[in-house]
């Protein structure tokens, strides 16, 4: 009783040794627990922080690889489509050369029988032929006033030809392109021909 008294007055009252002993133990357990426990929670942070910047930078490189092989088959149509748009170039460029188309003698009537009688311009949807004072005659066998068509007026204000974007048709509402050159005979310019197409 009297060693207790003294480690009681020795250490101001507080339980005695032994619960100081106890209060020392369960420090010790709860650093041997909150440690362990501190380690998981920083390795388990520094994970996820991994696991989010993998993700971000794997989102980013998918992303601007999307963009570059958007960017090549943008490319590649392009000029696929541009192929095409001059391939009909060359194609019509070949017929306005013939000598019926060029001559000055024959009537757009006449012109347009003898490109039909040839299938000259194939599974064209139309072809129309405008003389430089505006008359017009298409493949339906329809005379028309060409002088205010937009074509008509881009190739007698000099452009080698035009290519219309594509345009709903006024007969039917299908889409379609419109391919139109200068007609010449000897450099003068006597007219225009435009190949419609779907």
Do not use: Q
């Not at 942070?45 to 570059?68: P, Q």
């Amino acid at each position: 009783v009297k060693t207790d008294n003294i480690i009681c007055e020795n250490k101001g009252c507080t339980g005695g040794f032994f619960v100081e002993e106890e209060r020392k133990m369960k420090t010790i357990h709860s650093l041997k627990f909150r440690i362990p426990a501190g380690i998981i929670a920083i390795l388990i942070i520094a994970f996820i922080s991994i696991f989010l910047t993998s993700v971000s930078y794997l989102k980013s490189m998918i992303t601007e690889s999307n963009i570059d092989t958007m960017k090549k088959i943008v490319e590649l149509s392009r000029d696929s489509v541009e192929a095409s748009y001059y391939a009909k170039i060359e194609k019509l460029r070949a017929v306005v050369n013939t000598p019926e188309i060029a001559s000055k003698e024959l009537s757009l009537e006449s012109k347009m029988n003898y490109l039909i009688e040839n299938n000259l311009l194939g599974d064209a949807k139309r072809i129309d032929i405008i003389d430089k004072d505006g008359n017009g005659y298409d493949s339906n066998g329809d005379e028309f006033d060409g002088a205010g068509e937009y074509t008509y007026e881009n190739i007698i204000a000099g452009n080698e030809y035009h290519i219309t974007g594509p345009y709903p048709s006024t007969i039917d509402g299908s889409l379609c392109m419109k391919y139109t050159l200068p007609i010449k005979n000897n450099g003068e310019l006597i007219g225009v021909i435009s190949l419609v197409e779907d």
